[in-house]
């Protein structure tokens, strides 16, 4: 799962992480981290880092950023002045460690937490081919059909579709059939209307309640990306994205509002699954630069200005959005998948 999905959903979508997975999976990754600090496997001073961490886990990097931060609370690990975690308290500096699977725990004896739930397996291919199917228009998702190509329980892909269903990629017609939702011009403009009214609100609230080692470590995420465009991997640029838009926004204490951005941010995924996936990474870069402003104004508490600058990057990326997805239309041809048949439109034969 990405982590932008992995977010919105632990943000606002307690109910459906409960009844599809009673152990989140951040918790799991938080009971074995402090398993292997607790027996010694990690060192006092050994450096965590989000992204070898994630590879561990075969997870994306929200999940670990939360279980860190339990951690922290918990006072088994300590931020220090670099990037990253130190086991431990003290003031010794960072033991940087090549940390493997045996350190954590997870060999043939322990089993990888990735066993449960089952549709993480398939999440993410899942979501990447949905979306790109959504951009040539309205599909039926047989749901019987998906499990037997995927390889999956029926109630796998059951519980996937939910996901997606939560994200507003999929819905249920008055049949309650899975029908995959168009992705037409008026609903990027739709989804996006709802950004530019939410989320600078959202940080308003959020500001004063992020703490600043974590705004100085998203804000050198951005410097060190800027640097570099376009030698980044598409999983970085959603790690950007997932730095202000998730992230921060997440510690808005209004959890209805977040709940209301949740299918409003499905566009972040649009932008994740076309960029550097089935589209040319841009000449220009998209969005850090945008981003780095918003920071700006939070590292001298503007919040007004940091709110003003966010509405402002989310109102010129529309275009930019709707270039790609225009560009994907007009040069690429849906893979039509085993469980995808077209819906007529209104006037055309079934």
Request: charged share 25%; hydrophobic share 45%; with cysteine.
């Amino acid at each position: 799962m990405n982590d932008s999905s992995q977010g919105l959903a632990e943000a606002g979508g307690e109910g459906v992480e409960t009844a599809l997975d009673k152990s989140p999976l951040y918790l799991r990754i938080r009971d074995v981290l402090a398993d292997a600090i607790s027996g010694g496997r990690l060192p006092k001073g050994a450096l965590l880092l989000e992204g070898p961490v994630a590879t561990l886990f075969a997870s994306t990097r929200t999940p670990v950023r939360q279980a860190l931060a339990l951690l922290e609370e918990g006072g088994m690990v300590r931020r220090f002045d670099g990037r990253g975690f130190l086991v431990g308290q003290g003031r010794t500096g960072p033991k940087r460690v090549t940390l493997t699977a045996d350190m954590l725990g997870l060999d043939e004896e322990a089993p990888a937490l990735r066993k449960a739930p089952g549709w993480e397996a398939i999440y993410e291919s899942l979501e990447r081919e949905m979306v790109h199917l959504s951009v040539f228009g309205r599909y039926r998702i047989n749901e019987v059909e998906l499990a037997r190509a995927r390889g999956v329980g029926r109630q796998v892909a059951r519980d996937a579709l939910m996901r997606l269903e939560a994200l507003g990629i999929v819905e249920k017609d008055e049949r309650m059939r899975w029908t995959l939702v168009p992705l037409d011009e008026q609903r990027m403009r739709d989804l996006h209307a709802i950004r530019v009214a939410l989320e600078p609100v959202a940080l308003l609230q959020a500001a004063p309640l992020i703490p600043p080692a974590d705004r100085k470590a998203m804000t050198e995420r951005l410097e060190e990306a800027l640097a570099v465009y376009p030698a980044l991997s598409v999983e970085a640029m959603d790690d950007l994205e997932t730095d202000l838009h998730i992230t921060c926004l997440g510690y808005c204490p209004n959890r209805e509002l977040l709940i209301a951005l949740r299918r409003a941010h499905f566009m972040l995924n649009v932008s994740k699954h076309v960029i550097g996936v089935s589209h040319r990474m841009p000449e220009d870069e998209p969005f850090i630069a945008e981003h780095l402003a918003v920071f700006r104004a939070l590292d001298v508490e503007d919040f007004a200005r940091a709110a003003e600058t966010l509405r402002h990057h989310i109102v010129v990326s529309l275009p930019k959005v709707i270039g790609r997805v225009a560009e994907l239309r007009g040069v690429h041809r849906p893979d039509m998948p085993a469980y995808a048949t077209p819906v007529a439109r209104a006037g055309e034969p079934a």
